[in-house]
């Protein structure tokens, strides 16, 4: 068994999404992040910075924190989406997603969505960036089925979940069509699907 421990963020699906693709058994368990259940000592023990996700493999008795080190690990220990020969590459793009794309659009978010108005500089900084990340995605996806090449790996599954906002980036994804065609395919896979609604079964991935 493993325990998700987890909020409806775009970090947390990237988790969830792996392990519906992998068919593993799961239990979440749900973090208020508003209610700062994530600052709670029992929760430190595990996080010791405090962010989600986490899982603890309860059959290996061990826990992991940082969703990249979390898919590596879900990925290695089942044998799916990080091919041994295509790791390099992988690699790559799940630290771009990691270092680049997460916190940029993170940032995006903060300015955009949840605190426009505040910050003119703030939001035409990080608005400048997240456009530029969706031209770079999509110049890669020009000649990439894939981000790390012609397969479906953990890397897509980090990435993914943050174009998913792509409602509150108001860039307009449907004018990227490699990333559109890319966002789209992995939308409609069931176990993106069933990853994305893991504390709501009514969401389902917006298209664009």
């Keep these: 068994m493993i325990e998700l421990f987890s909020a409806d963020t775009p970090n947390g699906k990237k988790i969830s999404i792996l392990l519906e693709e992998i068919g593993c058994d ?7 992040l508003l ?12 996080s010791p910075f ?3 996700p986490v899982i603890v493999d309860h059959k290996n008795n061990e826990s992991i924190f940082e969703s990249g080190a979390i898919l590596i690990y879900l990925a290695e220990r089942y044998n799916k ?5 295509d790791r ?6 799940l630290m771009a997603q990691m ?15 949840y605190n426009p108005g505040k910050s003119q500089f703030g939001e035409e900084r990080f608005f400048k960036i997240a456009k530029r990340l969706y031209g770079e995605l999509d110049e890669r996806l020009s000649s990439s089925k894939y981000l790390a090449g012609n397969n479906y790996t953990i890397a897509d599954i980090a990435t993914w979940p943050w174009i998913a906002r792509h409602e ?3 860039i307009g994804l449907k004018n990227y069509k490699n990333l559109s065609r890319w966002y789209i395919d992995i939308s409609k896979r069931k176990a993106v699907i069933k990853g994305y609604q893991f504390m709501n079964k ?6 664009p």
């Design 26 to 32: 799961f239990k979440v368990t749900a973090l208020d």
């Design 35 to 46: 209610k700062d259940d994530q600052f709670k000592t029992d929760f430190k023990k595990i």
């Design 50 to 52: 405090s962010k989600i």
């Design 81 to 85: 989406f990080y091919e041994a020969k």
């Design 88 to 93: 390099n590459v992988i690699n790559q793009w």
């Design 99 to 113: 270092g680049t794309i997460g916190p940029m659009l993170g940032q995006h978010h903060q300015f955009h969505h």
């Design 168 to 170: 509150w980036h108001d």
């Design 202 to 207: 009514k969401e389902f991935p917006p298209q």
